[in-house]
């Protein structure tokens, strides 16, 4: 059992930056791939980030692209998204995820744990 808990979320202004952090509990962290999702109101869960077990190949979504950068300290067992230019329509609770090693995915439905989400409200 691996329990993820997300911090760092918040209100920022549009160009904004944040930097969200996940820690997981577990001693197998190193060999998770990682990944953010985010919800927006009314909106399915959709895919931002992800990041491979052994830090070799990250994943984007065209949205966020050149924008958020994943990264992970194994020796923290914590991921992290760094998000700058926020825009309004960044806004979303986002959620940490794991997946056992293997190819990177952007489906939900491909991680077996999560967090409990963290709250990120951008305004104009």
């Known amino acids: 059992q691996v329990q993820l808990v997300e911090s760092g979320g918040g209100l920022v202004q549009a160009g904004g930056s944040l930097r969200l952090s996940c820690a997981a509990s577990?001693?197998?962290?190193?060999?998770?791939?990682m990944a953010w999702f985010r919800q927006a109101p009314g909106k399915e869960r959709e895919f931002v980030t992800a990041i491979r077990w052994n830090d070799d190949f990250t994943k984007y979504a065209d949205s966020v692209k050149g924008r958020f950068t994943i990264s992970r300290d194994n020796a923290k067992d914590t991921v992290y998204l760094q998000m700058n230019s926020l825009k309004p329509e960044d806004t979303a609770v986002y959620y940490c995820a794991a997946d056992w090693k293997g190819p990177l995915r952007v489906g939900t439905a491909s991680y077996d744990y999560w967090g409990q989400g963290t709250q990120v409200t951008v305004s104009s």
């Open positions: 577990t001693r197998t962290f190193s060999l998770y791939n």
